[in-house]
């Protein structure tokens, strides 16, 4: 599939699905660099995240997909139309941190789920530590990423709960994470990643912080208030 149907693809799948359907909002576009290599890190919450993301996301990308999901030919097929390439998440997949090296080196937009699974109650999960060795091995910029809505799509589609919506952070720039390596390590870089993507959901009114590295969503801390009202009355 060439450059030029994937962007048609995006911009009709924002404006005559996600948008009308979903309610879909995008903040932060303009923050997305339109050329050169980039890594967005985002939340990982649904299977609906990487198309949704694709519609946001205002270039071109490829994504690392689990594994499981080029089991068939035809998954294949079209995995691979979508430029997405397998990792296999029961350890350190060094070939999947090359084939990102690789893409990120030709200039490409690489979209990375730092969690390495998705989080079934909302709040972000450990993060893996790979994302900070090819953060810090790459040289190319990362784009924090807070995706919301989308593990919902029943209530977004009646209006009856909170509506798709993807924010872009402030990028993170080879310096920064070239000053996070020399004081943490990798590990100390995929951390400090995974932060900036806690903050991006805060700062937009999705979650409370609770503890250190856990978050929740105040909807349903709102909705279990009101269950516990109820019960109490």
């Given amino acids: 599939m060439t450059d030029a149907v994937l962007a048609r ?9 996600a948008a ?25 919450i649904s299977e609906l995240d990487p198309p949704i993301l694709g519609f946001a996301i205002p270039r071109n990308v490829a994504f690392m997909a689990k594994i499981e999901l080029f089991r068939s030919r035809m998954a294949s097929f079209f995995m691979n139309e979508l430029k997405a390439f397998p990792v296999n998440r029961s350890g350190t997949d060094t070939g999947a941190v090359r084939k990102t090296l690789d893409l990120l080196k030709q200039g490409m ?46 209530d977004a589609l009646l209006r009856r709960g909170d509506r798709f919506s993807v924010h872009f952070g402030e990028l993170i720039t080879a310096g920064k994470l070239r000053e996070m390596k020399r004081e943490n390590g990798t590990r100390g870089v995929a951390s400090g990643i995974m932060s900036s993507i806690e903050r991006l959901g805060i700062e937009a009114g999705l979650y409370t912080r609770h503890s250190v590295g856990t978050v929740t969503d105040t909807n349903h801390d709102r909705n279990r208030n009101k269950e516990r009202t109820n019960s109490d009355g």
């Fill in 9 to 17: 693809i995006q911009y009709y799948g924002n404006r005559l699905l």
């Fill in 20 to 44: 009308p359907l979903f309610g879909f909002r995008v903040k932060g576009a303009e923050r997305v660099p339109r050329r050169g290599g980039l890594i967005i890190v985002c939340n990982h």
């Fill in 109 to 154: 937009a690489v979209v990375i789920f730092p969690e390495g699974t998705r989080s079934r109650d909302g709040r972000l999960l450990p993060v893996k530590p790979g994302i900070g060795l090819i953060a810090a091995a790459s040289g190319a910029p990362v784009m924090p990423t807070f995706i919301w809505g989308t593990d919902h799509p029943a």
